[in-house]
């Protein structure tokens, strides 16, 4: 679908019947051959994704012993008669529950401290600031955070200082939700932001003149109508909550079961139809989950809007906001600062303070066994992935974005619908799969797995690059004769480069930390960097781990300041002057 777009300073487009061109009638060919650029990407998921979650159904269905060909719900029974699942489904929901609430607690005052900063540049600091967890391996952050909460940890430390008993948090519920809080505050923090920056300032103004405190406005103006960006950070965060696997496997150290680790326990104990079973009830709960915030954002949401005036929203922190935005800075960067320190440690054991400085654990990553070959997999997988979904996905953004009507979103849909799947059900769905294939074992399986999982990344990204792009640019090239190919690539794909670079950098980060997937896939003998790094925590927990994500950590710095830069760049050139000018 082709938007007319007009101003002063930009000529107005011409309709093709009045530049000779074919008549409107043909449009709908062209839309169906534009639409044919999103059927690989389409393909990829009825094949891999479709597929896949098929062939997990019909495996809830099979015998447990393998030895009959006939279909049996036994499975399903077995699950639905058992009261330890019960209790672990309970305990999936309520630990959904807790996270979600801990994390609107911490995430709404900080969106609205950051929303409140005058300038830009600290503001997009802040921002970096909370976002750094997802910029560093979930197994790195999770390390960071035994350590902290460890008998001999940090926590404890400081409250032997004050003469308070010592607090065992690590190997319980507490800690994987602290961790889950920590890892995805940035779910919380952005929807609400956006949420924020589309109130009209005029609201806020206008109670202020009627003499309401501040309390007063936050309680009936801003709460209010920043409903919709909460209960959609609370969304996704009880989505990604349920699904988690390394952080509860690590910190729960198996007295925390959810149904995500449930089912890794099922496929090491070689109970496939149960681990089908589970990998659905998990889904399912997944679902219902989401239906039921799609309804609260639909009852919370204005059809008409609030309106748009001339007034600005009126700035400013106030001593509150300063000292709630440093402590939640410390919250996000302590279980990485403590990672850098613990890596230059004397000794073998966590502890803190640490006793004395040593670069051994340093030397020790390069006696590892297995570490060399799983960072080259991991790099192989995360650039082979990464050109893939860059091509598919850009190709299936740019159909999208120049066709229409509810089909057409309909697909949309479907192609983000990987990221409301949990990643364990995917996971081991693709295993099943790539298992009945034969041929897809190995590198090419999991590259094309994460395929799935990251393709939606890159649409989103470039997507929304491509709504601010003005198409008479490109209808202009064809007029003078250019094909579409050329016509493309000599016009919007240099307005939307910056984009795809930064969505390419996401999706090389993505695939390189996957883990929950990830450890389904890999055959015997394989393995990947964050999963190298799941099972030496599972091991060990020395500081050789620490020396490795610390390295980590400053990759992944560079990577984020690179993506950063770009998706800056991308966010300023609809107000480039010299771009509005030509």
């Known amino acids: ?74 499975a399903w029974i077995d699950f639905f008669t058992s009261s330890y699942r019960w209790s672990v489904v309970g305990k999936t929901a309520v630990i959904g529950v807790e996270a979600t609430v801990a994390t609107v607690i911490v995430g709404f005052p900080t969106a ?93 103004e206008a109670a202020r003149d009627l003499g309401a405190p501040p309390w007063v406005r936050l309680r ?67 679902l219902v989950v989401l239906g039921v915030f799609g309804l609260l954002q639909r009852a919370v949401s204005s059809p008409g809007g609030t309106g748009v005036t001339a007034s600005e929203d009126v700035k400013g922190l106030g001593v509150g906001s300063i000292v709630w935005l440093a402590l939640v800075d410390v919250f996000v960067l ?33 006696v590892q066994e297995g570490l060399g070959s799983s960072v080259v997999s991991s790099l192989v997988i995360a650039v082979v992935t990464t050109v893939i979904v860059v091509v598919l996905g850009t190709a299936a953004a740019v159909a999208y974005w120049r066709t229409g009507g509810r089909g057409v979103r309909l697909l949309q849909t479907f192609t983000l619908s990987p990221t409301v799947v949990p990643k364990v059900a995917i996971g081991f769905a693709g295993f099943i799969l790539i298992q009945r294939l034969g041929f897809l074992q190995g590198i090419v399986g999991i590259v094309l797995m994460h395929c799935v999982v990251t393709l939606p990344f890159v649409m989103v990204v470039v997507g929304a690059a491509l709504s601010r792009v003005d198409t008479t640019l490109e209808e202009a090239a064809h007029d003078l004769g250019a094909g579409a190919f050329r016509a493309f690539a000599t016009t919007t794909l240099p307005a939307i480069r910056s984009a795809v670079i930064a969505a390419a950098l996401f999706a090389f980060i993505i695939s390189f930390d996957e883990v929950d997937m990830t450890v389904f896939l890999l055959s015997p003998g394989e393995s990947t960097l964050p999963v190298w790094m799941f ?48």
């Not at 970096?128 to 999770?142: D, E, G, K, N, W």
């Not at 004397?346 to 670069?359: F, K, L």
């Open 535 to 582: 099972t030496y925590m599972q091991k060990y927990q020395d500081p050789t781990l620490a020396a490795l994500s610390t390295l980590l950590i400053a990759f992944s710095l560079l990577i984020a300041v690179i993506a950063g830069a770009f998706l800056f760049r991308t966010a300023a050139l609809p107000n480039d002057p010299e771009r509005t000018n030509s």
């Open 1 to 74: 679908m082709t938007t007319t777009l007009s101003s002063p300073s930009r000529p107005q487009r011409v309709e093709p019947s009045a530049r000779g061109a074919a008549p409107a009638a043909s449009a709908g060919p062209r839309s169906a051959r534009t639409l044919l650029l999103a059927a690989p990407a389409i393909l990829l998921l009825l094949v891999l994704f479709v597929g896949a979650l098929a062939t997990l159904l019909e495996y809830t269905f099979q015998h447990a012993s393998g030895t009959s060909t006939a279909l049996t719900p036994a």
């Open 334 to 366: 302590a279980p990485l600062a403590i990672i850098v320190v613990s890596s230059f440690s004397s000794v073998s054991y966590g502890a803190w303070p640490i006793p004395g400085w040593s670069t051994k654990w340093y030397a020790n990553l390069a």
């Open 112 to 204: 609205y401290a950051l929303h409140r900063i005058r300038s830009r540049g600290w503001r997009y600091a802040g921002l970096f600031i909370v976002f750094a967890p997802l910029l560093t391996s979930v197994v790195a952050r999770t390390y960071g955070w035994s350590l902290l909460l460890g008998d001999s940890g940090m926590v404890n430390w400081m409250l032997q200082l004050v003469h308070l008993p010592p607090l065992h948090l690590l190997y319980a519920t507490p800690s994987v939700l602290i961790a889950l809080v920590h890892i995805l505050l940035p779910f919380m923090v952005f929807p609400v932001m956006t949420s924020l920056g589309q109130i009209d300032g005029a609201l806020g």
């Open 220 to 286: 009936n103006v801003t709460l209010p109508l920043a409903a919709p960006g909460i209960l959609g950070g609370a969304q996704l965060v009880f989505a990604m909550t349920i699904s988690s696997f390394a952080t509860p496997a690590l910190l729960g150290g198996g007295k925390v079961s959810v149904l995500a680790t449930l089912v890794y326990s099922d496929v090491n104990n070689v109970q496939w139809p149960m681990a089908s079973v589970t990998s659905y009830v998990l889904l399912g709960l997944a």
